[in-house]
């Protein structure tokens, strides 16, 4: 399959023949196929954002691959970086996004982005400006490390989901909210929302009142999941989404009816630590698996009996970040194992 040079913005964008093929890669590379195909090939990181799993994924890929990837942090060790068009620069920006993205460009063969919302104004953090904007002047492929959606998250839950059910299809996904003392972003609930439905699972979303994701994210997945026959459950009924769920998938997220008034929503998040997930809840399911993308504060959103348990995968998801990642460049950058 050739998948050279394509942008890895959305898995929405890519075929569910081509995620497969990624899927199966990043199997190959787990069951220790080795390649250097990627001698001499180089990618620029851009962090806007913290990350542990990502940074350091994509590092150990390149070179494990044979490659090279450096880290660049617009405004920390690398120029502060304007992304709007037609503005006057005399404000912190020190370099604008399209001079940065064509220099980049020239000395590299792919870039990878990572630039959260600023939490100010979901209407416009929803544009995904950042990302955007450098998808637009690159003259490589972009990759998304996580803006308002979290593609490489996705291939990493769903080869864990592939690895313990051979096909997905029909089996219950629960993605629950959990409590968070932060407003965070929705992009790995977007995510989750997104490859579950992809992959014919039974999607169900729990989350209190006024915790809804963006409908953009929730009408694809229903369309997705109508492609299959299914469809998509939202309710706040803790009990009934639980029950005979087999895979439950934990996250926290900002409400976006109070995006940048986080601390009104204070108020209201604080009478919702209930949705912890704990062993209770978890009686309720059939056996099903635990899961989360990390970082997660413990007996926060889940507690220690729950993410040390048998049924976590909560470390078999994060391995998978790699091999996925591995997998993903390889086919890129046009590489073979
Ligand atoms: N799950 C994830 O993306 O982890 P990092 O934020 O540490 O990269």
């Known amino acids: 399959m050739n998948l050279k040079n394509k942008n890895f913005i959305n898995t929405q964008d890519w075929t569910l023949d081509e995620?497969?093929?990624?899927?199966?890669?990043?199997?190959?590379?787990?069951?220790n196929s080795l390649s250097k195909s990627?001698?001499?090939k180089s990618i620029a990181l851009l962090f806007f954002n913290p990350s542990l799993r990502t940074r350091t994924s994509f590092e150990i890929a390149m070179h494990r691959l044979g490659g090279f990837a450096s880290i660049i942090q617009p405004g920390k060790d690398a120029w502060p970086i304007e992304t709007r068009e037609g503005i006057v620069m005399?404000?912190?920006?020190?370099?604008?996004?399209?001079?940065?993205?064509?220099v980049i460009s020239s000395f590299y063969d792919a870039i990878a982005v990572r630039a959260f919302p600023k939490f100010q104004?979901?209407?416009e953090d929803k544009q995904d400006s950042v990302l955007t904007?450098?998808?637009?002047?690159?003259?490589k492929p972009v990759i998304n490390m996580e803006t308002i959606i979290h593609p490489l998250q996705e291939l990493a839950l769903m080869m864990t989901i592939k690895s313990h059910f051979s096909d997905p299809r029909g089996k219950k996904f629960l993605l629950t909210w959990t409590y968070h003392p932060k407003g965070l972003n929705t992009a790995v609930a977007n995510s989750a929302a997104l490859i579950s439905t992809r992959f014919g699972m039974d999607v169900t979303i729990l989350?209190?009142?006024?915790?809804?994701?963006d409908p953009q994210f929730i009408e694809t997945a229903k369309a997705n999941a109508a492609s299959y026959g299914n469809a998509v459950t939202i309710t706040d009924n803790i009990e009934q989404a639980y029950h005979c769920a087999d895979f439950v998938y934990a996250k926290s997220w900002g409400s976006l009816n109070y995006f940048g008034n986080w601390e009104e929503e204070k108020n209201i998040r604080r009478g919702l630590k209930h949705f912890i997930v704990d062993s209770d809840k978890m009686k309720l399911t059939n056996n099903a698996f635990f899961s989360h993308c990390l970082p997660m504060r413990r007996n926060v959103k889940a507690t220690d009996e729950v993410i040390d348990?048998?049924?976590?995968?909560?470390?078999?998801?994060?391995?998978n970040r790699l091999y996925t990642t591995c997998?993903?460049?390889?086919?890129?950058?046009?590489?073979?194992?």
């Open 327 to 337: 997998a993903l460049l390889t086919a890129i950058f046009g590489g073979a194992l």
């Open 309 to 319: 348990s048998e049924y976590s995968l909560i470390y078999e998801e994060a391995e």
């Open 90 to 102: 005399d404000q912190e920006a020190e370099e604008h996004i399209k001079e940065a993205v064509r």
């Open 207 to 213: 989350r209190p009142q006024g915790y809804d994701l």
């Open 38 to 40: 990627l001698a001499g």
């Open 133 to 139: 904007a450098i998808t637009r002047w690159a003259l």
């Open 121 to 123: 104004n979901w209407q």
């Open 19 to 31: 995620l497969d093929y990624i899927l199966d890669l990043a199997s190959a590379f787990k069951n």
